[in-house]
Each structure stands twice: as structure tokens, then as C-alpha cells.
């Protein structure tokens, strides 16, 4: 009974004992256990065996050049890394020196992020001539562009719902500033009502006469409402 | 590789020394790779995750610890990185089929190559076969040189499971070889 119990713990053990990770007095232990039991001894010899057999299979190899091309990766790879880390490890110095350098980081850092602040919050009227011509609503359509402006929707008034008076006289002087921050995000949510896709930034939308006409049926919005009631009048 | 030599080596390559790290690495080339390829059982993603230990060597080579093998640090970090590749290409299940036999053996014997070859195609198979854990533990043991506690704190498993994937593992092969009339 208590040999059994002694076998299958060196079961458990075997590896261990294979290998010598395990104090001295115990290796000394299964050593004398071993050689009055059979049973385990037969089971090391297996297991010897098992591996030896695995150990004689040769070993796959990369070819040279391969290897060659790997390490060359690798190292190409690492060296804006490694470059990176020697300018902040020489930032990190306590000579004049290292001062000198840690003061130019400095002033480049904060430049950097005064450049980006900027562009961030960049007003949009800055730039004047940047800015997308004014966009004239007409209540009958030109002559070149049939159908496909804002005044296509107001002669489909009766289709389209909207309302009386908007394709009556000749010319609705509605002059519109595009870049607008509300305007954009206005006709952002139209396009993505009638597209469905949503468009994340937009910051100067080029009004082709499909937007023109969506936002002719969206007369709801204020913007243009007010715009085209002041004009009416 | 002696001792002496491989601090050297490693002394130059956190240097910068590219030819330091080709000659440290060259040492492992045959282990490692084969490691990788049994693990994964596939060229292509053994040869990537061969290429990602690279990378992560020489970037971490300025981490590593003297007191710790660096065989045992180098296996262990290609065994990190095979491991993330089996799980983004999901070959898990596919088992291993030797693509062209490369073998060279010392032998001229034809007869003693056949049969090397024909040992070599069931092994590959039998350990191809393995459940992933005890695969795991069996070539760790074989190729990499580890004592079976890195490889429980490397898997995060208890040492006594470890031991018993060994177990299992070996018995398998054995199990395997001896349907075959290998042993």
C-alpha cells in the first residue's frame, strides 16, 4: 500500500527527477526507491527512451539568407526606436549640456502644441479667400443647370410639400456663409438623413444641386426659412 | 554557447552592435526555429513569429536580466509570440503536415535516412496531434532547455499541471510509437 503510494507520487515527481529539479535529498530518496522498484524504474527508462528517440529527430533550420534578411528587419525596425531613446536618456543628463538640450525640447514642445491649439481653434473666417462662394438660392432654375439646383425643389413644390410662395418670383436673393460652423453641422445631418452615411469633419461643403434641393425640402430650418421669409418680403 | 561569450555578446548588441546580435542569435537559429515550427505547425507562421522575436529581442535587449538563461528569455519571448499568432491566425486546429522534407542527415545510408524521415513525419504528426497545453509544456522542455518552473511561471500554470501535460504528452508519444512498432 504504501509503495503504491510512493509510485505514483514519483509519477508526478518523474520529470523532476529527470531533470534535478528537486534538493539533493530527495533525488538521494527516488534513487533508492529506484532500485528496489521495478515498476518505476521501468517507467524512468520509458520515458528516457521516449525522449531520446524525439532528441535523435534533426532540427528544422531557417535558410541563411532568410536569417540574414530577418535580422537586418529587425534591427532597421528598432533603430528610429533606439534613436528616440538615446535623445531622451541624453534629455535625462545633468551637465550643461543635457540643460541645453532639455531647454530646446522644452521650446520645441511648446511650440508644437501652440501649433496644434491653433489649428484646432482656428476661426474659419481667417481665411476670406478660402471660403466657398456665397451659394444663391434661385427660385427658377439657370439655364445650365436645370433641374439639379435648389430651384428644381421649388418648382416640384407640390411633390416636395413646400409651401406657397416659394417658386413665385424670379430671384430670391439668398446669399449664405457656407463656413459657418452651424450651417456645416446643419447640412452634415441632412446628407446623412438622406445618405445615411455619416460624415465625421467637414469643414467647407461643396453644395452640388442634390444637397441644394435637401435643403430646399428642409425648409424647417431656420436658417434658411428666415433667410428666405426676409427675402420674400 | 559558453557563458562568457554570450555576455559579451549581449554586452555589444545593447551597444548597438548588429553583428553581435546576428552572431547571439545564430547560436539559437536551429532550436528556436525548430520550436516554432512544431509549435505552430506551419512555415509561414513560424517564420513570422521567428521574425517578431527578432524585433522584441533586440529592443528588449537592454531589459534583460544576466541573472535569468538567455536562452530561457529568448524562448520565452518567442513562445509569446507564437502564442499571439496561432491566436490571429486561428490555426490551432490545423495540424502539422511537414511541407518538403528537409533533413540532412550525417548518414549517407540511404536505408538510416528513410527511416530517420519516416520517424520523423510520425512524430511530427503524433506531436501535432497534441492538446495545445501539453504541446506547449513538451516542446518547451525539449527545445528551449527551461526548467519546468519557467515554464509554469512563462504558461501561468501551477507546477504540478505542468508536470502532468508532461506526463500526458510523453505518454501519448509513447503510446503513438509503440502502435507504430517505433519502439
Known amino acids: 500500500m ?13 520529470w523532476q527527477f529527470m531533470d534535478r529539479e528537486m534538493p ?13 522498484c521495478t515498476i518505476c524504474s521501468t ?7 521516449t525522449l531520446s528517440l524525439y532528441e535523435t529527430i534533426p532540427m528544422e533550420d531557417l535558410e541563411e539568407e532568410t536569417f540574414n534578411r530577418m535580422v537586418s528587419k529587425a534591427v532597421k525596425k528598432n533603430r528610429f526606436n533606439r534613436a528616440v531613446s538615446k535623445l531622451l536618456d541624453s534629455l535625462f543628463e545633468t551637465t550643461s549640456a ?3 538640450r532639455k531647454f530646446a ?7 508644437a502644441v501652440v501649433i496644434i491649439l491653433f489649428f484646432m481653434y482656428k476661426p474659419e473666417n481667417l481665411h476670406p479667400g478660402k471660403t466657398p462662394s456665397p451659394v444663391e438660392v434661385r427660385s427658377s432654375p439657370p439655364a445650365e443647370s436645370k433641374g439639379n439646383s435648389i430651384a428644381a425643389a421649388g418648382n416640384n413644390d407640390d411633390a416636395s410639400g413646400l409651401g406657397t410662395g416659394w417658386g413665385k418670383s424670379e430671384v430670391v436673393p439668398v446669399k449664405y456663409e457656407w463656413n459657418d460652423k452651424s450651417t456645416s453641422s446643419a447640412i452634415r445631418q441632412m446628407k446623412r438623413s438622406i445618405t445615411g452615411i455619416r460624415i465625421k469633419k467637414e469643414r467647407y461643403i461643396r453644395l452640388d444641386g442634390f444637397t441644394l434641393q435637401a435643403i430646399a425640402l428642409r425648409r424647417k430650418m431656420q436658417w434658411l426659412t428666415a433667410d428666405i421669409d426676409k427675402s420674400a418680403m | 554557447m559558453e557563458k562568457i561569450l554570450e555576455d559579451l555578446l549581449i554586452e555589444k548588441c545593447r551597444q548597438g552592435e548588429h553583428s553581435a546580435f546576428r552572431e547571439l542569435v545564430k547560436a539559437y537559429r536551429r532550436q528556436l526555429y525548430s520550436y516554432l515550427l512544431r509549435l505552430t505547425g506551419d512555415r509561414m507562421t513560424a517564420e513570422d513569429a521567428f521574425q517578431e522575436t527578432l524585433i522584441k529581442v533586440w529592443k528588449a535587449i537592454g531589459k534583460y536580466d544576466h541573472k535569468d538563461r538567455f536562452s530561457s528569455w529568448l524562448f520565452s519571448i518567442a513562445h509569446n509570440a507564437a502564442m499571439d499568432l496561432i491566436r490571429k491566425n486561428n490555426i490551432r486546429k490545423n495540424f502539422f503536415h511537414p511541407e518538403e522534407p528537409e533533413l540532412q542527415p550525417s548518414e549517407s545510408n540511404p536505408y538510416s535516412e528513410c527511416v530517420v524521415n519516416e520517424l520523423k513525419e510520425i512524430l511530427d504528426r503524433i506531436i501535432g496531434g497534441l492538446p495545445e497545453k501539453q504541446k506547449e509544456v513538451f516542446l518547451l522542455r525539449e527545445h528551449s532547455g527551461m526548467s519546468f518552473k519557467e515554464i509554469s511561471e512563462l504558461t501561468g500554470q501551477p507546477l504540478n499541471t505542468v508536470l502532468g501535460h508532461m ?17
Open chain 1, 24 to 36: 539533493d535529498v530527495e533525488i538521494v530518496f527516488w534513487e533508492r526507491h529506484l532500485h528496489g
Open chain 2, 167 to 183: 506526463h500526458y504528452a510523453v505518454d501519448k508519444i509513447k503510446r503513438a510509437l509503440r502502435k507504430k512498432n517505433a519502439i
Open chain 1, 98 to 100: 543635457g540643460f541645453i
Open chain 1, 43 to 49: 517507467r524512468l527508462q520509458e520515458a528516457g527512451e
Open chain 1, 2 to 14: 504504501q509503495s503504491k503510494l510512493i509510485c505514483e507520487e514519483f509519477e508526478r515527481k518523474l
Open chain 1, 105 to 111: 525640447f522644452g521650446g520645441l514642445a511648446f511650440s
